[in-house]
């Protein structure tokens, strides 16, 4: 079985700190870890993945994540927050089942 | 950029009415699937369709559901009966291959309202 946990349901920061989401996953085979972000009324679009190789992924809008085997996490993060980064941020797993299984998602709030 | 579409945006029907939740995937993916969001839940995943066949479903798609690509745009996913725990936001999505890295493309989903 196959499981993704975020931690923070509801993340506030100022604009310009740092963005830390949490993600830990569970997969008895190696996993492929992906960050997709939704903005209101639209859909999940990809911010990043990790497939093989390097742990530091780079993603879209400045967003970067790092996959710790060790610690079974692929947090995700960003120098400086800005205002249109106000999304939900879902992290995701696809394993021994091609499907995505999904974390529960972590709403991001930047304040000015 | 190439997007997945997905109509109507929102439905509201009855207790034990039929409906059918209609996507345009990216044209040139073959493999299409079903995930499905009740309020306060995590994003769970229905059904995968390959070349005209369910490849993967989960225990939540038993026979009240059914998927079908009716032409060479179009793939739905028909709920026959509707029941009130049938509520929640439906995404559509799509991908080139069957790989584990391939990226799965989504709609802005259908939030299904059932009464």
């Known amino acids: 079985a196959q499981s993704v946990t975020q931690l923070g349901s509801h993340v506030s920061v100022s604009e310009g700190a740092l963005v830390l989401l949490r993600c830990n996953y569970s997969s008895s085979v190696p996993p492929y870890l992906f960050w997709y972000v939704q903005y209101p009324n639209q859909g999940l679009q990809l911010l990043l993945k990790?497939?093989?190789?390097?742990?530091l992924v780079k993603g879209i809008n400045g967003f970067e994540a790092e996959f710790k085997k060790s610690e079974t996490s692929f947090h995700l993060t960003k120098p400086s927050a800005h205002m249109s980064d106000a999304a939900e941020y879902f992290c995701a797993l696809s394993g021994s089942a091609r499907q995505l299984t999904f974390g529960s998602g972590t709403q991001l709030t930047v304040l000015p | 950029e190439p997007e997945v579409t997905q109509t109507p945006s929102h439905q509201v029907t009855q207790m034990g009415q039929e409906v059918i939740l209609r996507c345009v995937p990216i044209?040139?993916?073959?493999?299409f699937y079903w995930y499905r969001q009740i309020l306060g839940q995590k994003v769970e995943f229905l059904v995968s369709?390959?070349?005209?066949?369910?490849?993967?479903k989960s225990e939540i798609f038993d026979d009240q559901f059914s998927v079908e690509r009716p032409d060479g745009s179009n793939f739905t996913l028909k709920i026959r009966s509707t029941k009130l725990e049938d509520s929640a936001m439906y995404f559509c999505a799509s991908s080139q291959s069957d790989s584990h890295t391939d990226t799965q493309y989504f709609g802005p989903g259908t939030r299904l309202t059932v009464l």
């Open positions: 044209s040139n993916h073959l493999y």
């Open positions: 990790y497939t093989t190789g390097a742990t």
């Open positions: 369709f390959y070349n005209n066949e369910i490849s993967e």
